[in-house]
């Protein structure tokens, strides 16, 4: 896989409108931050698009959050406190943040959150959380750096990588957003180590419109279609259907006629009637009085009939069954008789056809739209924050809390030691009691929360969830420790510039 390393303050962009690719090679002896190309070319992003919002946006809807149960750990282990590695710092968000004086925990959620949507290294479709967050060009998306890189495929990149800020049901309310351009930690891209487990994804503009608005088109046009199309049948009158078939010169697919025959039950003696038969049981048979009342009146007929061994065998309707002394495999079959008037009626339709095409518009810049996240780094252990993410996945128990249908929300502050996990090469990540489940990954952590104006500072973005006590119930989410190095890996991600896929 090729990869641009970038040196911590330095910064590699791809020039040109909607470039071909990402080029140019940049190395430091700290090797601080990795990028890598999501859709690196308008071709590229525009077969994602297309991927995802066709058939009324099928796969959105069939994704399912991201949960592989690697993720999903049992204990952690203190470590101690952190070191900071530099001052503490923060970017403020797109838009003035104000303290609100509630005290109430009735939350407003961002707009910026929303889900990301990858197709894994298995080829199945899955999502993730995450959050617009602060950039030069106002094009950026903070989530997780598993979100990005398939860490059970060689560190692989996911495939077709978009986020959709809002989304719920299938509807993409500001807009879908490709991703580009993935900027992560050299550690966690190379070595796969968790205390670097966040990712900063640049976007193109967001397509937005009728993603799969029907278009009435002629037969011809209908038949020589290769995409998603129907037809509806319109009732019509029958002077209507006498003029379409003037027009076309006789009946066409366009305008149909259909004949139905209705029998209505009546009396033996009603004007008209005419006798019926109807298959039945034999119970329903042996049961019906003599006589002549309709309806259930005296037995009509049978007919007994022989069949081959796999017939009997295969044969399912009221009839009979009955092997006979011989070895004969027969059905017999039994009708009532009833009366009936008999009525035909002619229906008159006109078809139209349709074709399902994509009429889409340039929605702008992911930020201008739902505004965008700060970031804070080398904050004091503590820190009172309050996160956000879709969990959709089950408890180690099987109790399925969750839909994954409507964001939620944890409060609280995080642990003031860092934590170890072993298996992710986590020495000090921090922790916050949280009962989410997977698909919650990549949510930020949002400090100096501002519920009036939906605002704060990304000061972590969910990694792991984790069950702390064993209890079959997970508990506890996790993050990376957002220090100096991941200042510089969002500042590179920051400067890059994305562009649109439609003028």
Same mark, same amino acid.
Request: glycine content about 10%; some cysteine.
């Given at each position: 896989m090729k990869r641009i390393l970038i040196p911590a303050g330095? &910064?590699?962009?791809?020039?040109?409108?909607?470039?071909?690719?990402? *080029?140019? +090679?940049?190395? /430091? *002896?700290?090797?601080?931050?990795?990028?890598?190309?999501?859709? =690196?070319?308008?071709?590229?992003?525009?077969?994602?698009? #297309?991927?995802?919002? @066709?058939?009324?946006?099928?796969?959105?809807?069939?994704?399912?959050?991201?949960?592989?149960?690697?993720?999903?750990?049992?204990?952690?282990?203190?470590?101690?406190?952190?070191?900071?590695?530099?001052?503490?710092?923060?970017?403020?968000?797109?838009? #003035?943040?104000? %303290?609100?004086?509630?005290?109430t925990q009735n939350v407003n959620f961002p707009k910026s959150i929303g889900k990301v949507f990858f197709e894994g290294r298995d080829g199945k479709l899955y999502w993730c959380s995450g959050t617009s967050i602060q950039s030069k060009y106002r094009n950026l998306v903070a989530t997780a750096g598993h979100c990005v890189y398939d860490?059970? =495929?060689?560190?692989?990149?996911?495939?077709?990588?978009?986020?959709?800020?809002?989304?719920?049901?299938?509807? /993409?309310?500001?807009?879908?957003?490709?991703?580009?351009?993935?900027?992560?930690?050299?550690?966690?891209?190379?070595?796969?180590?968790?205390?670097?487990?966040? /990712?900063? &994804? +640049?976007?193109?503009?967001?397509?937005?419109?009728?993603?799969? @608005?029907?278009?009435?088109?002629?037969?011809?046009?209908?038949?020589?279609?290769?995409?998603? %199309?129907?037809?509806?049948?319109? $009732?019509?009158?029958a002077a209507d259907y006498e003029k379409c078939k003037d027009y076309h010169g006789g009946e066409t697919p366009d305008c149909w006629a259909k004949a139905n025959v209705s029998k209505d039950l009546v009396g033996p003696d009603y004007p008209g009637a005419v006798k019926a038969l109807q298959e039945v049981s034999r119970d329903k048979y042996l049961a019906a009085p003599s006589g002549k009342t309709n309806g259930s009146k005296a037995p009509g007929a049978t007919v007994t009939e022989f069949v081959t061994e796999s017939e009997y065998k295969a044969y399912k309707g009221p009839g009979y069954q009955k092997i006979d002394s011989a070895g004969n495999f027969t059905i017999t079959h039994y009708f009532l008789k009833y009366w009936v008037k008999e009525s035909s009626s002619v229906q008159y339709f006109r078809t139209e056809f349709f074709v399902v095409v994509h009429e889409v518009k340039s929605v702008g810049k992911l930020g201008d739209n739902v505004g965008g996240q700060g970031f804070a780094w080398n904050q004091a252990p503590g820190? +009172? &924050?309050? !996160?956000?993410?879709?969990?959709?996945?089950?408890? $180690?128990?099987?109790?399925?809390?969750?839909?994954?249908? !409507?964001?939620?929300?944890?409060?609280?502050?995080?642990? @003031?030691?860092?934590?170890?996990? =072993?298996?992710?090469?986590?020495?000090?990540?921090?922790?916050?009691?949280? /009962?989410?489940?997977?698909?919650? =990954?990549?949510?930020?952590?949002?400090?100096?929360?501002?519920?009036?104006?939906?605002?704060?500072?990304?000061?972590?973005?969910?990694?792991?969830?984790?069950?702390?006590?064993?209890?079959?119930?997970?508990?506890?989410?996790?993050?990376?420790?957002?220090?100096?190095?991941?200042? !510089?890996?969002?500042?590179?991600?920051a400067a890059a510039w994305s562009g649109k896929l439609i003028p």
């Amino acid at each position: 896989m090729k990869r641009i390393l970038i040196p911590a303050g330095g &910064v590699v962009l791809a020039t040109g409108l909607l470039a071909a690719g990402l *080029a140019g +090679t940049a190395q /430091a *002896a700290d090797q601080t931050v990795a990028s890598d190309a999501l859709a =690196a070319n308008a071709q590229k992003a525009a077969e994602t698009l #297309e991927f995802w919002t @066709k058939s009324n946006n099928a796969a959105l809807k069939g994704a399912v959050a991201f949960s592989p149960d690697s993720l999903e750990v049992k204990k952690i282990q203190s470590s101690g406190g952190y070191s900071a590695d530099t001052k503490p710092g923060s970017t403020a968000p797109i838009g #003035e943040e104000t %303290k609100s004086s509630s005290k109430t925990q009735n939350v407003n959620f961002p707009k910026s959150i929303g889900k990301v949507f990858f197709e894994g290294r298995d080829g199945k479709l899955y999502w993730c959380s995450g959050t617009s967050i602060q950039s030069k060009y106002r094009n950026l998306v903070a989530t997780a750096g598993h979100c990005v890189y398939d860490i059970k =495929a060689n560190q692989e990149t996911v495939s077709r990588w978009v986020f959709v800020p809002g989304y719920y049901q299938g509807k /993409a309310p500001w807009g879908v957003y490709v991703g580009k351009q993935a900027f992560t930690h050299y550690d966690f891209d190379v070595y796969e180590d968790f205390d670097r487990d966040y /990712a900063f &994804v +640049t976007v193109y503009d967001g397509i937005g419109g009728s993603l799969n @608005k029907p278009k009435q088109v002629k037969k011809d046009e209908y038949d020589a279609y290769k995409g998603e %199309k129907f037809t509806k049948d319109i $009732p019509i009158s029958a002077a209507d259907y006498e003029k379409c078939k003037d027009y076309h010169g006789g009946e066409t697919p366009d305008c149909w006629a259909k004949a139905n025959v209705s029998k209505d039950l009546v009396g033996p003696d009603y004007p008209g009637a005419v006798k019926a038969l109807q298959e039945v049981s034999r119970d329903k048979y042996l049961a019906a009085p003599s006589g002549k009342t309709n309806g259930s009146k005296a037995p009509g007929a049978t007919v007994t009939e022989f069949v081959t061994e796999s017939e009997y065998k295969a044969y399912k309707g009221p009839g009979y069954q009955k092997i006979d002394s011989a070895g004969n495999f027969t059905i017999t079959h039994y009708f009532l008789k009833y009366w009936v008037k008999e009525s035909s009626s002619v229906q008159y339709f006109r078809t139209e056809f349709f074709v399902v095409v994509h009429e889409v518009k340039s929605v702008g810049k992911l930020g201008d739209n739902v505004g965008g996240q700060g970031f804070a780094w080398n904050q004091a252990p503590g820190q +009172t &924050v309050r !996160t956000f993410g879709y969990p959709q996945g089950t408890h $180690p128990d099987g109790n399925k809390a969750y839909t994954g249908v !409507t964001p939620k929300w944890c409060y609280g502050k995080t642990s @003031k030691n860092s934590y170890k996990i =072993a298996q992710y090469r986590v020495e000090e990540q921090v922790a916050l009691k949280c /009962a989410v489940t997977g698909g919650y =990954a990549g949510g930020p952590w949002l400090a100096k929360y501002s519920n009036a104006k939906r605002l704060g500072y990304v000061n972590g973005v969910t990694s792991l969830i984790v069950d702390s006590d064993d209890n079959k119930r997970y508990d506890t989410i996790t993050s990376a420790y957002f220090d100096g190095e991941a200042n !510089t890996v969002y500042k590179a991600a920051a400067a890059a510039w994305s562009g649109k896929l439609i003028p």
